[in-house]
C-alpha cells in the first residue's frame, strides 16, 4: 500500500524499502551535515539506524566532531541518493539526543566487533598509526573477555526530528519534480511543489 501523498516520513519509508528491494549498496547511507557554534559546515556519511514519527536517528561516539558540531548548533541536514530509484531525498530540522534506553537497545543488537570498535576509538582524535588503534582494540577485548559488551558511556545517538522534506524525483529532459514537506503549527505537513 503507497504511503499517504501527505505523510513524508511514510513516503520516506516506502523509498527506502524500495532502494532495497532494488539492490542499491548501503540504502540507509546518508550524508549527514552539521555546523559548529560559528556556522562553519561539515558533512560526511552515517547509517540511518531508525525512522519512525519521530524522526531519523543515528549514532556516534559523542566526542566525534559531528557530537560536538550537534551540540554547539542542534540543527542538522541529511540527504538520501539512490541512483537505482533516480531519487533523492533531503531533511532538515532540530536534532535532540535520544533516551539511554534506545541507545542501549541498539548497542545490544550491534556486532561484537562493533562493540569493541566503539569502545576503542577515540573518533575524531588524533591517532599515531593503525598499531595504535590495533592495540586498544586488543585491551578492550581482553577487559570484556566472553562476557557482554555494555554500550560505552561516551557513545549515543541522535535524532533528527524533520521541519523540512524534500522529495527529488529524475525525469526526462532535466524537468524533474520535487516536493517540499514543511511542518505546518498545527504539527501537520504543508506539501508545496517546487520548479527542477
Known sequence: MAAPLGDPIARLAELLAEAERRGAPEPTAMALATADGRGRPSVRMVLLKGLDERGLVFYTNLTSRKAQELRANPRAAVA?????????????????PVSDAEADAYFARRPRGSQLGAWASR????????AELEARLR?????????????????????????????WFGRPDRLHERELYTRAPDGGWRRTLLYP
Not at 80 to 96: K, N, Y
Not at 123 to 130: E, G, K, N
Not at 148 to 154: H, K, L, S, T, W
Request: no cysteine; net charge negative; aromatic share 14%.
Open 139 to 167: 585491551e578492550v577485548a581482553a577487559r570484556f573477555g566472553d562476557g557482554p559488551v555494555p554500550r560505552p558511556p561516551f557513545w549515543s545517538g541522535f535524532r533528527l526530528r524533520p521541519d523540512a522534506v524534500e522529495f
Open 123 to 130: 573518533q575524531s582524535q588524533p591517532l599515531a598509526d593503525r
Open 80 to 96: 538520501f541518493w539512490w541512483p537505482v530509484l533516480e531519487t533523492q531525498v533531503r531533511v532538515e530540522g532540530p536534532v535532540e
